[in-house]
């Protein structure tokens, strides 16, 4: 009787880390078990917590990023050591460059053995090797610190710039004992996790100044706006103001895409010619070719309002006239109580110029999405695809590849916020089936996946971890037999096939049937619509293969301009 008593009165390591995570709200942890955190993720799932397992600590670590932007809060990835924890810093690193709230969690091993370089089972210094990649790192290494470990590790997440931290947890700790009622009061619960940071009133009036002396102007909506939930003021700045905005890919759908001064399709128009730009959640970095250079107007012919969190971001490229540091939700009610209610609208010259411009672009475009060739190309996937996601607003679109990304980012409208998921500030491949995860068990909402045939290799086998949980995933592969296009050869004649190329005909339909899902093998628009169609109804697991041209597609999609040229030899 008496050992019951103890044991009833302790509580150890692995109890606090949930317990604190539990204290703040924390329903969700994408996982990969292992030593020494398996017990971890048992105890979490016993406890009540959501733990979703993957076969890759990377796609764990891209869905705990994507959670955070959903959600504003951690998404929390759980990792065993060296190995799994270096497989988890891709999307810890990825988290803090596209300013997502995200906490890599990872067991290590003992510290005594580690620092005196000993050769301890997976050993490494791993809080010293994640420091330069995220936004604050910390090692817990005492039971009663556990409290304080997670509410450091939740405010540097989410406050200010929101982005990737990572917490170190030695195996040592997780099974450290302690008092109950006194680890119990060790936990913290964050009061406001992300303060508001409220606009000078000297900074608002200089940018509404600048605004109204616009011929010009046109805002540019970035995922920073997107992620801060500030729909109906935005919208409300965009409307009130009249101004022409242009919707970075993830900022798609704060306004819908079919919203009269949406100039998404006369973006090299409105970028050119614009006199006064105000950014709003958005850098001027590659993506935006840095606000300089031919993609823009003359050098000092147009001048910027700059709205973001963090203050460093001012002046990052060009000069910015007109910088507003803040909270988006803050700056723009502050905007919005400035322009009063008799703003003038953005002149008449100007708009009606940019919708001509755009309704011009998208009336050549509409034809070409109609076709309903065999073997398929992009565009009339995509077109297929885009009436389905009309008539499914509420689906959440995920997208990667080169060709895939690029077309489908301008083809497939977007009507809500937050729905559409996508390679973000890098371009990277390989955030597919994570964020497809991630987005349906977050949101309950049909997931779409549509996916280029190499960047889904780079997550594939993530479907097994989608059918274990019955999501409502249905992933488009854009198959075209290879990276770019399926049609290169060797130029030596040789029995490889040349690098960017990839077994013809490939089935990625059986895999996804393999696992219990449905597989599905599309040769036109048609079959791929009814596909689809079905999949968002029924809610099940679905893969289907659209066959599309191995000729259609171009080199890096749009972005081939940054492929460096050898200067010896062109390519074969
Ligand atoms: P995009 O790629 O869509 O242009 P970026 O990732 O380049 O978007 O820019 C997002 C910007 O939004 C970052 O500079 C970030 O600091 C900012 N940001 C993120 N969240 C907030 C917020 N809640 N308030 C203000 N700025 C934010
Ligand atoms: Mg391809």
Known sequence: MAAETTTQNLTDGFHLVIDALKLNDIKTIYHVPGIPVTDLGRLAQASGLRVISFRHEQNAGYAASIAGYLTQKPGVCLTVSAPGFLNGLNALAHATTNCFPMILISGSSEREIVDLQQGDYEEMDQLAVAKSLCKA????????????????????????????????????????????????????????????????????????????????????????????????????????????YLPMSMAKGLLPDNH????????????????????????????LSHGKGKTWGAPGSQKFIHIDIDPKEMDSNVEIAAPVVGDIASCVAALLKGMGNS???????????????????????????????????????????????????????????????????????????????????????????????AAAVETGKPVLAVEGDSAFGFSGMEIETICRYKLPVCIVVFNNGG????????????????????????????????????????????????????????????????????NAGTESGRIGNLNPQSVVGKKA
């Open 260 to 287: 009269p001064q949406s100039a998404s399709a006369a973006r090299s128009t409105v970028l050119k010619e614009a006199d006064v730009v105000m950014l709003i959640g958005a850098r001027l970095n590659w993506l």
């Open 483 to 550: 990276i770019y296009r399926g049609t290169d050869k060797n130029p030596t004649g040789g029995d490889d096939v040349a690098p960017t190329v990839f077994v013809k005909d490939a089935r990625y339909d059986q895999m996804m049937a393999a696992f219990g899902g449905i597989g599905v093998y599309a040769t036109s628009p048609d079959e791929l619509s009814r596909a689809v169609k079905e999949a968002i109804a029924s809610g099940k697991p679905t893969l289907v293969n659209a066959v599309i041209d191995e």
């Open 137 to 244: 790192a910390f090692r817990v290494l005492h039971a009663q610190d556990i409290g304080i470990g997670v509410a450091r590790a939740i405010r540097a997440a989410c406050s200010g710039r929101p982005g990737g931290v990572y917490l170190d947890l030695p195996a040592k700790l997780l099974g450290q004992a302690m008092d109950a009622d006194l680890g119990a009061k060790s936990l913290v619960k964050v009061i406001d996790p992300a303060p508001a940071y409220i606009p000078a009133p000297a900074s608002i009036t200089r940018a509404l100044d600048l605004l109204k002396s616009a011929k010009k102007p046109l805002i540019i909506l970035g995922k920073g706006a997107a992620y801060a939930q500030a729909d109906a003021d935005i919208k409300s700045l965009v409307e009130t103001s009249g101004i022409p």
């Open 343 to 437: 703003w003038p609208k953005a002149p008449e010259a100007w708009t009606s110029v940019v919708r001509e411009k755009a309704n011009g672009n998208i009336a050549k475009m509409a034809p070409r999405l109609q076709n309903n060739n065999v073997p398929m190309d992009f565009h009339g996937a995509l077109g297929a695809l885009k009436r389905i996601v009309q008539e499914r607003p509420d689906v959440i679109l995920v997208n990667e590849g080169a060709n895939t990304l690029d077309f489908a980012r301008s083809i497939i409208d977007i009507y809500q916020p937050r729905k559409r998921l996508d390679v973000g500030t890098w371009g990277i491949m390989g955030i597919g089936m994570g964020y497809a995860v």
